[in-house]
């Protein structure tokens, strides 16, 4: 994704550009007929440029700032197919995720460079409590 803004008279000029790759994988085990079970998993990456001209009272400042953000996260489910084509699905959402990302911004009338790194590690599972289970339905092409 691409952004850009500017606003007149040339107070200040924003620009920001975004480049991502995703990848889900499932993986179906019978444990009865028409009965599956299943987990599945995401990974993602994303990468981030933007750019920052303000002028004030003719001093022209520039901040750009550079990041990264990779994550991988897994689904377990069940999956009942009523016919050929048509499956009920039933999953924990987000049971497991891992995600990073780092962020390093410039400034053009200071030596100040800003850097932020972030891990999580997270789960849908808290207390017990089974509250993010999805249900949906699949249809089958082929």
Known sequence: TSQKQEVLPNSYKS????????????????????LY???????????????????????????????????????PGITYKLNKRLLVNAALNNILAVSFSGSKTTYSNSSQVDKNNRFNLSSSLSGGSLGNIGIGFSYLLK
């Open 15 to 34: 620009i920001a550009n975004q480049i991502g790759l995703n990848f889900f994988s499932a993986y179906y085990k019978q444990l009865a007929k028409n």
């Open 37 to 75: 079970g299943f987990i599945s998993w995401n990974a993602s990456g994303n990468y981030g440029f933007s750019s920052y001209n303000s002028n004030s009272g003719g001093v022209e400042s520039i901040q750009k700032t550079n990041s990264i953000n990779i994550g991988i996260s897994a689904v």
